[in-house]
């Protein structure tokens, strides 16, 4: 019996925070040096995401100073108690040849891993990730764009729209929870033919959802065949736009990346369990 090949591990980045920019309430920026640049291997897909690494306390104190512990080691060697945590977070921008990644970072509470390291991280902290990654590539071509998405999706939404040429058109929607939470876009270079809007929790009525009204009340052009549409964000949320996007304005699969990359009331590892459970379908 042949034995399927194991697949390549995924290269590991060594960062060191340079910066943090709080940019709303709930949104901070962490700039980070990749002190092993030449091992970064980039991907085309403007949404790039990596796994940030949380390693245990005994990882870390078997880990030489100076040194970054090594995840594949961990993994292979740590008890379960100690192995590493992984949490997938979006690369708002990447600049390989200085060497730097801005990682945008949701708050969202006090509990768990991402959120707690981002509003607390510091110049000089140090941080394993895995990747980058990314499969969803726009279409510069597409008469029309829509991209939509919560807080968590922000970073990707504001990277597809640096990614689309000067001469497109559409609308993006960029959900949070209030007025306060929205932020400077004027380092994001927005094409001219693009209307940005935000959208907030606060003001939604019952039963409906922020996100998905604002999906709705874009000015959609007649002719929907050369459309396209990128609407990421949490999953109950997306199971909403699915309706919208393909019932109400009839786009076909292909025109549409729809993923959800949390759920409300749900921890990371039970919201990546459930995925592949029907209540973690979108599509």
Same mark, same amino acid.
């Given at each position: 019996?042949?034995k399927?090949?194991?697949?390549?591990?995924?290269p590991?980045?060594?960062?060191?925070?340079?910066?943090?920019?709080?940019?709303?309430?709930?949104?901070v920026?962490?700039?980070? !040096?990749?002190?092993?640049?030449?091992?970064?291997?980039d991907?085309?897909?403007?949404e790039?995401?990596?796994? /940030?690494?949380?390693? %245990?306390? *005994?990882?870390?104190?078997?880990?030489? %100073?100076?040194?970054?512990?090594d995840?594949? !080691?961990?993994r292979?060697?740590?008890?379960?108690?100690?192995?590493?945590?992984? !949490?997938?977070?979006? /690369?708002?921008?990447?600049?390989?040849?200085?060497?730097?990644?801005w990682?945008?970072?949701?708050?969202?509470?006090?509990?768990?891993? &991402?959120?707690?390291?981002?509003? *607390?991280?510091?110049?000089?902290?140090?941080?394993?990730?895995?990747?980058?990654?990314?499969?969803?590539?726009p279409?510069?071509?597409?008469?029309?764009s829509?991209?939509?998405?919560?807080? #968590?999706?922000?970073? &990707?939404?504001?990277?597809?729209?640096?990614?689309?040429?000067?001469?497109?058109?559409?609308?993006?929607?960029?959900?949070v929870?209030?007025?306060?939470?929205?932020?400077? /876009?004027?380092?994001?270079?927005?094409?001219?033919?693009?209307?940005?809007?935000?959208?907030?929790? *606060?003001d939604?009525?019952?039963?409906?959802?922020?996100l998905?009204?604002g999906?709705?009340?874009? &000015?959609?052009?007649?002719?929907? %065949?050369g459309?396209? #549409?990128?609407?990421?964000?949490?999953?109950?949320?997306?199971?909403?736009?699915?309706?919208?996007?393909?019932?109400?304005?009839?786009?076909?699969? &292909?025109?549409?990346?729809?993923?959800?990359?949390?759920?409300?009331?749900?921890?990371?590892?039970?919201f990546?369990?459930?995925?592949?459970?029907?209540v973690?379908?979108? /599509?």
């Amino acid at each position: 019996m042949t034995k399927t090949p194991a697949r390549p591990h995924k290269p590991q980045l060594n960062l060191t925070v340079t910066q943090r920019v709080d940019l709303s309430p709930g949104m901070v920026r962490v700039v980070c !040096r990749i002190e092993n640049a030449a091992e970064f291997q980039d991907v085309e897909p403007p949404e790039k995401y990596v796994k /940030l690494i949380f390693f %245990s306390r *005994a990882t870390l104190a078997d880990t030489a %100073s100076g040194e970054f512990p090594d995840y594949w !080691r961990a993994r292979e060697t740590a008890a379960p108690a100690d192995q590493p945590v992984s !949490r997938h977070m979006t /690369l708002r921008r990447t600049d390989p040849e200085a060497g730097e990644v801005w990682i945008d970072v949701a708050l969202h509470g006090s509990e768990g891993y &991402a959120g707690p390291w981002a509003a *607390a991280a510091a110049p000089g902290d140090r941080v394993v990730a895995l990747g980058p990654g990314g499969t969803w590539v726009p279409d510069p071509r597409a008469t029309w764009s829509l991209f939509a998405g919560d807080d #968590a999706a922000v970073p &990707a939404v504001l990277a597809n729209l640096e990614a689309m040429p000067a001469s497109a058109h559409g609308e993006a929607v960029l959900e949070v929870a209030d007025a306060s939470h929205e932020f400077d /876009l004027s380092d994001v270079s927005i094409p001219e033919g693009f209307t940005v809007r935000w959208v907030h929790r *606060a003001d939604q009525a019952a039963g409906e959802r922020a996100l998905v009204r604002g999906i709705a009340d874009a &000015a959609w052009p007649e002719d929907v %065949s050369g459309v396209q #549409a990128f609407v990421h964000g949490e999953r109950e949320t997306m199971k909403a736009a699915r309706h919208e996007l393909f019932e109400v304005r009839g786009l076909d699969r &292909a025109q549409v990346s729809l993923s959800g990359y949390w759920a409300g009331g749900r921890t990371e590892d039970v919201f990546q369990a459930e995925k592949k459970l029907p209540v973690g379908k979108i /599509l």
